[in-house]
């Protein structure tokens, strides 16, 4: 397996040279970056699990699948393979505003990658990003790290699975200042940003000091010049009625609320649409702008002026930014893009929602917050704090505080059902509800533990159901929903 990844990454080092050579440069690169070329600047493997590998030859640290010829074994097809978990630890790092890490990895067959947070005196590591999506060249994943008061640990699970040739690598670790949907373009990777290929229309990256002579580009927005980059798209091989082009910024893996800010340029001489929408992990989109007729100029004689455009974004779950264009004929123009980036406050305190999503969190360690109880439908859940042990799991929270309960032998053998309601939530807005919850017992059904919404008049709808047996540990639950009239 060693010899697999040690060919791969050979082959791909011309690929990502420029990537690589780019973030050795990059002023702007923060402590826990690393690009694996000689050590692992700081990055240990915990002892309790399988240790990281470090290939200096390909400049990657892997985990990789045990070799079922080992020494004892009798070499029957029956053995169990086994399954390999190392956890690599960052050093301790204190981030004072939000950042952005960028990581370039490979999974390879039944394996699995998962980036945490550890901050010292939490029982639990916060989830961030997981993947265990196989690839045939290493990928770039994007993961948000929001501004934290205290040092914390990045922690990196790689699991590699039973089966032969499984492995996890990881080439670089890149972690910058800013958000994660923020790019100007200038670097390689793109900020992580994707083009949604199609046949006809696609994203390109435009500048660099190129300029093809059917055609007059703008300069950058970042440098003004002929030598920056920017991403454009245009018409000319055009083949049907509105052909689109998407160009798809990386997951949001924090909620995000605040201004979404952007340059662009617009042409337009039979045709074209240019919109932003945002689209969660499910593929509903929410369109956020739309370029109106007067936003345009004539590419054909002079580029024209950069346009800016803030517009507020409230996502108070996981989303993507798209640009989207679409063309009407080969004669529908250009759009070009370029510095995009993101500030925590909203655009204007005239666009500030009137709504604050927080007043329903609650983690239960003070009360019940502004969450009630119907006693009229069955018996109350109960507040209650367990000290951990072998048997029996803490709260999530710290492992030593309070949750939620409800028993079943609180009430009656059957048709016993307990409810906990949140306060009213506006309609017309998308909420995403994320819980974490245990179920204990041997008599566990798929009715276990539901989540309805409660409108007004007493109409129920269920969005969420318990779909499969819980050992009794701590699950996470995401719940994306929207009502078109209020609810709890």
Not at 303 to 328: M, R, T
Not at 459 to 464: A, D, H, L, P
Request: charged share 20%; aromatic share 12%.
């Amino acid at each position: 397996m060693a010899f697999f990844l040690k060919n791969k990454a050979a082959m791909l080092q011309i690929y990502l040279l420029t990537f690589v050579a780019t973030v050795q440069a990059h002023s702007r690169l923060l402590p826990g970056s690393c690009n694996f070329e000689s050590n692992t600047c700081g990055y240990t493997s915990d002892a309790d699990f399988t240790s990281w590998v470090l290939h200096r030859d390909g400049h990657f640290v892997a985990v990789e699948a045990v070799n079922d010829d080992v020494e004892g074994s009798s070499g029957s097809d029956i053995e169990p393979k086994k399954e390999v978990l190392g956890l690599l630890l960052s050093p301790f790092l204190e981030h004072d505003e939000w950042s952005c890490m960028r990581l370039v990895y490979q999974i390879t067959e039944s394996a699995h990658l998962e980036v945490l947070q550890r901050n010292e005196g939490r029982s639990f590591d916060k989830p961030l990003w997981s993947s265990q999506a196989p690839s045939d060249s290493w990928v770039i994943a994007s993961v948000d790290l929001q501004n934290s008061s205290e040092p914390f640990r990045i922690v990196i699970n790689g699991r590699a699975g039973p089966s032969a040739g499984s492995s996890v690598a990881v080439f670089e670790i890149h972690i910058s200042p800013g958000y994660c949907l923020e790019c100007d373009f200038e670097e390689p990777h793109l900020c992580g940003y994707n083009n949604q290929w199609n046949v006809n229309v696609n994203w390109y990256v435009g500048g660099g000091g190129v300029q093809l002579p059917y055609n007059n580009m703008p300069d950058d927005h970042t440098y003004h010049n002929k030598t920056g980059h920017f991403m454009y798209v245009d018409s000319s091989y055009t083949k049907t009625f509105r052909e689109v082009a998407k160009l798809v910024s990386p997951m949001a893996t924090m909620p995000l609320s605040g201004c979404l800010s952007f340059q662009y340029q617009r042409s337009e001489e039979r045709g074209n649409l240019f919109s932003v929408f945002t689209r969660d992990r499910l593929g509903q989109y929410q369109e956020l702008w739309r370029a109106g007729l007067e936003n345009r100029v004539d590419f054909s004689s002079a580029p024209g002026e950069w346009i800016h455009v803030q517009v507020d974004l409230k996502a108070p779950y996981s989303v993507q930014v798209v640009f989207e264009v679409g063309f009407n004929s080969p004669r529908g123009g250009h759009v070009a893009l370029d510095d995009i980036s993101f500030s925590p406050e909203f655009c204007s305190t005239d666009t500030e929602p009137t709504f604050d999503p927080s007043i329903a969190n609650c983690d239960f360690e003070s009360g019940l917050c502004l969450y009630t109880q119907d006693r009229a439908i069955g018996p109350s859940w109960r507040r209650v704090s367990v000290k951990p042990n072998t048997f029996r799991n803490g709260d999530h929270t710290t492992g030593a505080g309070s949750f939620l309960l409800a028993h079943s032998r609180l009430g009656p053998p059957s048709g016993y059902v307990s409810s906990v309601i949140s306060p009213t939530l506006p309609g017309n807005t998308k909420f995403c509800l994320r819980f974490y919850f245990s179920l204990r017992g041997f008599n566990q059904t798929e009715q276990a533990l539901a989540v309805y919404l409660l409108q007004h008049g007493g109409k129920r709808e269920k969005i969420w159901t318990q779909a499969e047996k819980s050992r009794g540990i701590w699950i996470l639950a995401d719940v994306t929903f929207q009502t078109s009239q209020p609810a709890k």
